[in-house]
T-cell receptor, first 109, second 113 residues
Framework: KNEVEQSPQNLTAQEGEFITINCSYSVGISALHWLQQHPGGGIVSLFMLSSGKKKHGRLIATINIQEKHSSLHITASHPRDSAVYICAVRTGTASKLTFGTGTRLQVTL | GEEVAQTPKHLVRGEGQKAKLYCAPIKGHSYVFWYQQVLKNEFKFLISFQNENVFDETGMPKERFSAKCLPNSPCSLEIQATKLEDSAVYFC???????????FGQGTRLTVV
């Protein structure tokens, strides 16, 4: 069993839909990252969370430390949101990231 | 700079040849991490640096892989005698301090033929 699990693996949505991607982890963490990887391959850092909730534009990330669970929400989805979204956790100060297997999102018109 | 700069974007090497990848972290970031992405979404940690010192090298295949971060130079990851299984995208990330957000470069796609 992976230390970081994401669901769903694949997600297709219509433009305008509200999207939720889930991440569960089994280890103690110091921080959780949400990353976006576009088909071209580059990785963009969306959020780093250690508690609570963060919002940036149409993206919202939440984390529940007790339940070892985080969600990434996209409001009013758009085709340009199509990408792979990856959850990654850090277990200690300056430690490496452990990655989930990603959620491939396709938003259609 | 304001972004993590990785060069080259693409690298093709024959089996047995050497490959050298470079990473310039964001100015002021003291931690550098190297990851290998194989298949689509499997990331493997290779090595991390705190300034020019190796911080964690538990992921490095010791025999053929080496890495350095020297002052006033881009960090480098070198693979001696490449094998087909080394074909992957290699990402570098930097962070400001040990608890900062990680920022990734665009990656170097290494193809070993």
């Amino acid at each position: 069993k992976n230390e970081v699990e994401q669901s769903p693996q694949n997600l297709t949505a219509q433009e305008g839909e509200f999207i939720t991607i889930n991440c569960s982890y089994s280890v103690g963490i110091s921080a959780l990252h949400w990353l976006q990887q576009h088909p071209g391959g580059g990785i963009v850092s969306l959020f780093m969370l250690s508690s609570g909730k963060k919002k940036h534009g149409r993206l919202i990330a939440t984390i529940n430390i007790q339940e070892k669970h985080s969600s990434l929400h996209i409001t009013a989805s758009h085709p340009r949101d199509s990408a792979v979204y990856i959850c990654a956790v850090r277990t200690g100060t300056a430690s490496k990231l452990t990655f989930g297997t990603g959620t491939r999102l396709q938003v259609t018109l | 700079g304001e972004e993590v700069a990785q060069t080259p974007k693409h690298l093709v090497r024959g089996e047995g040849q050497k490959a050298k990848l470079y990473c310039a972290p964001i100015k002021g970031h003291s931690y550098v991490f190297w990851y290998q992405q194989v298949l689509k979404n499997e990331f493997k940690f290779l090595i991390s640096f705190q300034n020019e010192n190796v911080f964690d090298e538990t992921g490095m295949p010791k025999e053929r892989f080496s890495a350095k971060c020297l002052p006033n130079s881009p960090c480098s990851l070198e693979i001696q005698a490449t094998k087909l299984e080394d074909s992957a995208v290699y990402f570098c990330a930097s962070s400001q301090g040990g608890t900062g957000q990680a920022f990734f470069g665009q990656g170097t796609r290494l193809t070993v033929v």
